[in-house]
């Protein structure tokens, strides 16, 4: 693999909520993370609500402070940038979010939204906003008079379009696409996620798509990130870990996904009980409390993510006994 | 648009008198002729004169000068400072809301009166010492609305995403913020308006804002109290005068309030008379006795302002006991409003307008309320989505459970406690002693949900329609939720009627699956049948579009039609790529595929037998 293009390394984050009176409770969102894209690379991010994975999404594009640990963009380290560089930074990652409701300001007209990227960073003459404003609406299938409209205007799936004309107009290189597709029919989850492939492909964008959906994730993404409980469990190309998982929680994560064909059905494992808190994580292991094949090993020491075949990692230590 | 007119013009009429006063023709208001003390209308004087024999109307309208000025002065001058203030607040939080926010509360602590008077006092009374009292006992509201809204607006994903741009905060605040937190605002500046102009008349009349002989109309009233049994209609202008603009001002705030947002109001549909007191005028049907629900031609109907429309049109589907029947489609295609017609909670504008809904030997469509209730919960058994805005959150879940069970039968309170314990270690809930005394908020979704089920079975329902109730969870969950389902109807022998968007997940729970699109049935079978070999274009578009295959998954181009824009023809027609031009002539009808097998689709033959060649 080429140098990424960026780069966290022992990402943390830790929200605090203060009290007068109550002794203040820390939630562990994202704990030691490592995660790296290459230019033009589509990471998946794995997990169920409570993991962490949207926290990771917007650390990485630093519009929250991490905790501990550092992120690296096109070799820059981003919290030593300069404010006024960083302004200049920001054109080259970009956000798309799940809620195609709230994503859009509901009083603005989509072309002037759109046109916001333009000229913050002044990138196109302003005569020239609304021309370039019609190239990105074609590009992302929709009609360029529509950017006349108001957000109400739109469905969801065109909402969700306009969200990535929005991203796309400052010509980024790192895209994090937060859920993107989850509150969309299924028709319509079909539409956006080949748009955002072809996208990726043409534009040459490194993707961080975060997600719960395994299917989606595999279809996209080169290579994929479980997370649980703010940590990574496993990480690898997506058809090798979507294949054979070496963690037992990937693997309930694909037993539990419902499937169209009963023959592709595997035996379901079922997790007991619920994720625990992520303000009082257990010891060791977090997996290891609905983990099926937890020893007392498990609760000791946090297991650390290593090599586990090739271009693979895992965080479990009897993953090759499981196996 | 247009009701901004009305207020707006009235408003504007007011302003321009008074801005006009020097150019119209009207007598001095503080040439005093005393001769004509308190006379009726006179020529020249057509309100007639004051104490002083001054013409009131010209008093009234240079009054309207003093005070609306100050009014307008006052509020505009508060509003600046106060939303400037609780947009720096809320948007910088930690020590810029401790200098900003916390700061102005401080006015608050001060009776506006008193303040009053204390500056009065200080500056001596006049026109500008009141603009200045009442703008700073504004400010505070001001900054407290526009706080407030800042914080909200501020978590929108919006105002991430302009963040994400890179834009300066200047920008983000007065180009994404200011518009939306606007409309609060804007009421707060009717009511400081409206507000101004009181205090301002309040302290005239005490002698502490404008200075006589001035005309402003605090001013005017309390001239016109002392001579009130001799001049009523002396008290009548300047009150006339001030309660007008006043609610003048309200009106156009709220219009304008409707105006910036681009959003337009959903208008509510009337419900005919007609409807409230005979919901059953419908066409008599048979009932099915082998089936536990029987739904056939099902029709809802819903008056809007474009004319009658139809969400849900003749649909008929039955479920017998044990049997799992998914209802599965795009959000649009009227499979919630299915259900809830045959609950009985259709919404109030909607009404069922044909059609027959047999539950056993009663007609779910023609049943008093008083008889639904009974049958709802009891017999028949719902579990929604969102198990949070279902389930009472000041309520503990076991009380709301026992209470369930005590709505239906005659149990004592220690009876249906224990039974609701039963209850929850039936559905799986860990912990069950504990968790009945917990508060919806203390459980996850998952136990949410589980209490939502136990709460659906405690009477043993013969039908359970559970509407997407896996689809605000997570896999995991969303896996043990449907084998509980799955456990519990194989014990009880419960119909189940399962809604949802995802076919998977039919595909793991249902017997038999309705596919519904813009309002109608387009093919119905059993679900091995209908995956395995479906027959409706819009049936295999949909399968297409799952992410399962190794193939690419399809999506389905356009979207749903709105019930008001349906295509005459097949509703599907416009984005089915099999479409010819017969389709779109008439509305094909649903044919009898195979046994049991239906299809809404005139070219499913040919369709079969081009696939099998």
């Known amino acids: 693999m080429s140098a990424p293009l960026i780069e966290a390394t022992g990402l943390s984050k830790t929200f605090t909520s203060r009290g007068v009176f109550k002794r203040g409770r820390a939630v562990q969102a994202v704990r030691q993370v490592d995660v790296a894209l290459a230019g033009g690379e589509a990471v998946g991010v794995v997990g169920e609500s409570g993991s962490g994975k949207s926290t990771l999404g917007r650390l990485m594009l630093g519009l929250l402070p991490a905790t501990e640990g550092t992120v690296r963009f096109d070799g820059r380290t981003l919290d030593k940038i300069p404010r006024a560089e960083w302004r200049t930074l920001r054109r080259r990652m970009q956000i798309v979010f799940q809620d195609p409701y709230g994503s859009l300001d509901p009083r603005r007209r989509v072309g002037a939204q759109i046109a916001d990227g333009l000229a913050i960073h002044g990138l196109v003459p302003a005569g020239e906003q609304g021309r370039r404003v019609g190239e990105l609406l074609t590009m992302v299938g929709l009609d360029p008079l529509q950017a006349k409209r108001f957000p109400h205007e739109f469905s969801g799936g065109q909402r969700q379009r306009v969200g990535i004309a929005r991203a796309l107009a400052t010509s980024p290189d790192f895209l994090v696409a937060d859920e993107p597709v989850s509150s969309l029919d299924v028709s319509i989850q079909a539409q956006i996620l080949q748009l955002l492939g072809e996208l990726r492909r043409d534009l040459k964008l490194a993707l961080l798509f975060i997600s719960h959906d395994l299917p989606v994730v595999r279809h996209l993404c080169d290579r994929v990130v479980v997370m649980y409980l703010g940590r990574v469990m496993e990480e690898g190309p997506a058809e090798r870990v979507f294949a054979e998982p070496a963690h037992p929680y990937t693997r309930a994560l694909i037993s539990a996904t419902p499937r169209l064909d009963p023959g592709k059905r595997t035996k379901r494992i079922l997790l007991p009980g619920d994720p625990p808190s992520p303000s009082d994580p257990p010891s060791g292991c977090v997996f290891r409390t609905r983990c099926a094949h937890a020893i007392e090993a498990c609760a000791g020491a946090v297991p650390a993510l290593r090599a586990f075949g090739e271009a693979r990692r895992v965080a479990c230590i009897r993953a090759e006994e499981i196996a | ?613």
């Open chain 2, 1 to 613: 648009m247009k009701r901004l007119w009305l207020p707006g013009g009235f408003v504007a009429a007011i302003l321009l008198i008074a801005l006009l006063a020097p150019l119209l023709d009207l007598p001095n208001p503080i040439r005093q002729d005393i001769a004509r003390r308190l006379s009726g209308p006179i020529p020249g004087s057509p309100l007639g004169r004051d104490e002083f024999g001054r013409d009131v109307l010209s008093r009234l309208i240079w009054g309207a000068r003093t005070s609306l000025g100050v009014a307008f002065a006052s509020a505009l001058i508060a509003g600046a400072i106060g939303t400037m203030i609780g947009l720096v607040g809320g948007w910088f939080r930690g020590i810029g809301e401790l200098l900003t926010v916390r700061l102005v509360d401080v006015i608050l602590c001060f009776p506006p009166i008193l303040l009053a008077l204390l500056v009065v006092t200080l500056l001596g009374p006049g026109a500008a010492t009141l603009i200045l009292v009442l703008s700073v006992l504004y400010v505070p509201g001001f900054a407290r609305v526009a706080y407030a809204e800042v914080l909200s607006a501020r978590s929108n994903d919006y105002v991430e995403a302009v963040r994400a741009l890179g834009a300066p905060t200047g920008r983000i605040l007065l180009r994404t913020v200011l518009p939306n937190i606007a409309g609060p605002v804007l009421v707060q500046f009717s009511l400081a308006v409206a507000a101004a102009v009181v205090v301002e008349s309040g302290l005239s009349f005490l002698g502490l804002g404008v200075v006589p002989p001035a005309p402003s109309w605090g001013l005017m009233i309390r001239g016109a109290r002392a001579t009130m049994e001799q001049a009523p209609l002396m008290l009548l202008w300047p009150c006339a005068a001030l309660t007008l603009t006043i609610l003048a001002m309200n009106l156009l705030c709220d219009a304008l309030r409707d105006w910036v947002d681009p959003r337009t109001p959903a208008r509510r549909p009337r419900l005919r008379l007609v409807d409230r007191l005979l919901p059953g005028l419908l066409p008599p049907a048979e009932p099915k006795p082998e089936t536990v629900l029987d739904v056939s031609g099902l029709t809802v109907e819903i008056e809007t302002p474009l004319g009658a429309i139809k969400p849900v049109e003749d649909v008929s589907l039955s479920v017998r006991a044990g049997e799992t029947v998914a209802l599965v489609g795009e959000s649009g295609s009227g499979k919630s409003l299915t259900a809830t017609a045959v609950m009985g909670l259709l919404p109030p504008a909607a009404r069922p307008a044909a059609g027959a809904a047999w539950f056993g030997d009663r007609d779910l469509l023609r049943l008093s309320e008083p008889e639904l209730r009974r049958l709802r919960g009891g017999a028949v058994a719902m579990v929604f989505q969102d198990p949070m805005s279902s389930l009472n959150p000041v309520h503990r879940a076991g009380d709301q459970v026992a209470e369930a069970i005590r709505a239906h039968q005659e149990v004592s309170v220690a009876d249906a406690k224990a039974r609701a314990l039963d209850l929850f270690r039936r559905v799986g809930i860990a912990d069950p002693e504990r968790r009945l005394n917990a508060y919806p908020h203390e459980l996850s979704g998952g136990m949410r949900q589980r209490v939502m089920i136990a709460m659906a079975l405690a009477n043993r329902p013969r039908l359970l329609i559970a509407d997407e109730p896996t689809t605000a969870l997570d896999v995991t969950v969303q896996a043990q939720i449907l084998d509980l389902l799955a456990e519990l109807k194989r014990e009880t022998g419960t119909a189940l009627i399962f809604i949802t968007h995802s076919l998977a997940v039919v595909a793991e729970i249902a017997d038999r699956v309705t596919v519904m699109y813009a309002g109608q049935v387009v093919e119905q079978g059993p679900v091995a049948q209908v995956f395995g070999t479906p027959l409706h274009p819009y049936t295999r578009a949909l399968l297409g579009a799952v992410h399962e295959s190794d193939a690419a998954p399809v999506g389905i181009p356009g979207v749903v039609p709105q019930p008001h824009a349906f295509p005459t023809g097949c509703r599907f027609a416009p984005r089915c790529a099999h479409a010819i031009a017969a389709c779109s002539a008439a509305p094909p009808p649903l044919e009898e595929a195979a046994e049991g097998r239906l299809v809404r689709c005139i070219r499913w033959t040919d369709l079969a037998g081009a696939k099998a060649a």
